[in-house]
């Protein structure tokens, strides 16, 4: 999501200093690739890009690419395939062994919903969505490009009623599956391919602790794009001036918490004040909510005796909710300092939040991100 939010700030730059752009998205990768489909830069005609549609070595002839579109001012889809020994052919060296198609979209700021436009709906709240990218692997074909966002139940679209009537069943159904899927659709004699995206929020975490081990914890995650909150009961230490990055800052009892916050499905808890009474109770306020990922900083004991006592309370946890929680927070890398516990604990966090082991890659037999999704058709 940080990266969208990036695009559209440059491209509001860019078009506050008339410089036209166009937006490159990866909508299919057969094999394997550094990005996976949803990767999305935006290209300046200066030369500017923001975002990322591979590790660096693709980005190059993606200009040349994006500049085309844009002079051009006609969507056009690009296939690298990677997957023959000597890929220099292509003027460049992605060494990924897989085929990856990239639509570039030249900005036309005076249609209604142009690419960016979607993307700063998306962006507008804390919601999940649905965003559609038509393209046609013949490049000879029209390519509709970024087409349609779906959230709270609207519909946000330049598409024509028949397009909608053959695609929404789709949209909706990545909607309520929460899964990005490819469909195959006929339209007007021709074969389309549907890149459906199931956009969730970024994640929200909310920082019990404000304390110096605290600073490099914000910092990462405000490099991360996720929506960060510390919350004290310490006037003195819980201020916006330590912790610029932020995006909350509070001063308040455990139990007044949650009353001044929006949780969702996506907001995460840690633990960090090195107030035995006060992370208690502020555990004991969001055990019983489903949260999915509850962090507490300190040893094994610590929470042992924390469990002990609501148990003493007469609370009943069951499986799922001590599996919420996590303590010893982190994964384990050995870690000491500040900045490395901060690691640490972001790297856990991810782990949760992509149902992954943490293990090393080195020992994973198959591909890093699985098998991509494949089209099926749909007339």
């Known amino acids: 999501m940080k990266e969208i939010t990036d695009i559209v700030g440059a491209f509001d730059l860019a078009q506050g200093e008339g410089k036209r752009s166009a937006l490159a998205t990866v909508v299919h990768v057969e094999g394997s690739s550094y990005r996976r489909p949803g990767a999305r830069m935006l290209v300046a005609e200066d030369g500017q890009l923001t975002g990322a549609i591979s590790g660096g070595c693709l980005e190059g002839d993606a200009l040349r690419k994006a500049l085309y579109a844009i002079n051009q001012q006609q969507n056009k889809l690009v296939t690298y395939d990677t997957t023959h020994e000597d890929d220099i052919q292509f003027g460049v ?3 990924c062994n897989g085929i990856v198609h990239i639509l ?3 900005i ?6 142009h690419p960016i ?3 700063r709906e998306l962006i507008s709240e804390r919601r999940d969505a649905v965003l559609l990218t038509l393209f046609s692997l013949d490049r000879s074909s029209d390519q509709p490009g970024t087409s349609l966002l779906y959230a709270d139940g609207k519909v946000y679209t330049g ?3 028949d397009w909608e009537d ?3 069943a789709d949209v909706k159904e990545a909607f309520g599956d929460r899964m990005s899927c490819f469909k195959e659709y006929s339209y007007c004699n021709q074969v389309f391919n549907g890149f459906i995206e199931f956009i969730p929020p970024p994640p929200a975490v909310v920082i019990a602790g404000a304390g110096n081990d605290v600073l490099p914890l914000v910092e990462i995650t405000a490099m991360l794009g996720w929506h960060t909150t510390v919350v004290d009961g310490r006037p003195h230490y819980a201020t916006a001036r330590r912790f610029r990055k932020a995006d909350r800052v509070l001063v308040a009892r455990p139990e007044n918490v949650l009353d001044q916050l929006t949780v969702d499905i996506q907001t995460l808890f840690l633990l960090m004040t090195h107030n035995y009474n006060y992370d208690l109770a502020f555990l004991r306020e969001l055990i019983t909510k489903g949260f999915q990922y509850i962090g507490i900083l300190g040893p094994k004991k610590k929470l042992d005796r924390m469990l002990g006592e609501l148990q003493g309370e ?3 946890l069951n499986e799922e909710q001590l599996a919420s929680i996590h303590s010893p927070v982190g994964l384990d890398i050995g870690a000491e ?5 901060a690691v640490s604990i972001i790297a856990e966090i991810k782990t949760v939040l992509a149902g992954r082991s943490g293990g090393v890659l080195k020992g994973k037999p198959d591909s890093i991100h699985g098998r991509p999704a494949t089209m099926s058709s749909h007339g």
């Open 314 to 316: 007469g609370l009943r």
């Open 166 to 168: 053959c695609t929404m």
């Open 104 to 106: 570039f979209e030249p």
């Open 108 to 113: 036309d700021d005076t249609k209604a919903y």
């Open 117 to 119: 436009r979607l993307l």
């Open 337 to 341: 300092t500040a900045e490395e516990i």
């Open 159 to 161: 598409l024509s009623g």
């Open 93 to 95: 060296q992605l060494g």
